[in-house]
């Protein structure tokens, strides 16, 4: 097969675009995906200047997600002096798995020469990961203590270092997966919060001046027709997120941090067992197989109902509590004790 741009040999068919497309084709389209959606959302502030630019600190895991939205971001931002990036890794403590993809965090950022902080469990709440599901004081899932561990870091640093945003390497599975759990749960007041947190434009205008039928392909259903012209709420609790790469499907990451020889480490977490995410990527994979285009229809109808959820909210409804201080660690919480210090106090009793 041809490549549909420039002749030269075919390394992808994406299927819901149609398009075949060669290997330098495929990373120029994965570029531009990139950062039309920092465009659509209003990434970059009007009011940043060199003097005083927009600090984008990226949750950087090592995994090829994460990787390439470095490289990208590096290569759209070096020469730009209103935004400057720092990259934040975390060591959750998980023997073998995560000493291996840190190196290939420190391999990347060195190259580009990003500032790169590294952040350890152990340092932070004395508990490693891998001791965690030893104990299991509240017969959970590995990634429900690790999340609300990685959450209270990623907030907390992402104030220290000064960050106006904290970016994720999120790709379009991730997020129509998580659409679709939302979804089957019924679960409005977490899709508006999603919203809120990640999904919503920084402003409001920013959408009216995208740029459709460019024809660099692989763009598939354009999320971002659908969406509503609603900006999301300031979060004072909360640094923004954004996931600049959540328009481009998984494998189409992975195949450009190979294209591009970037280096990601690959393998899973040990400790990795979403069980429910683990059926809905199944019934994802086998819907887009036989319906090429599902993720990006999916992602459209959502984005607009979950900003329909967020506009429509009740500011004195229960799913917006009052934020107050948690009584031991200061963080943001709706309780006394957050629920980090619960965790940390339940692993203590072991
Ligand atoms: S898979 Fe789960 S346990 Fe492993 S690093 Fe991710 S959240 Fe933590
Ligand atoms: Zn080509
Ligand atoms: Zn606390």
Redesign the pocket.
Known sequence: MECDKCGDSAAVHAEYSGLHLCEGHLCQAVDKRVRRRVREDGLVPDDATPEDPDTWVIGLSGGKDSVVLTQILHETFDEDPRIELVALSIH?G?EGY?DESLDACVELTEDLGIRHEVVHYEDEFDVR?DDVVEDDPESMA??AY??VF?RDVLSRYAEELGADKLLTGHNLDDEAETALMNFLEGDVRQMAKHFEASLGPFDGDSRAEEDHGDGDGGDGGGSSDAATDHAREDQDHHVPRAKPLRDVPEKEVALYARFRDLPAHIT??P????AYRGEIQQLMLKLEENHPGTRHSIMAGYEELASLASSAQDPDDEATPDFGECERCGAPTARDLCRKCGLLDALEAV
Do not use: L, Q, T, V
């Open positions: 959750e998980i995560r990961m590995a990634c690790c999340g990685r899973e977490c400790h990795a067992e979403e």
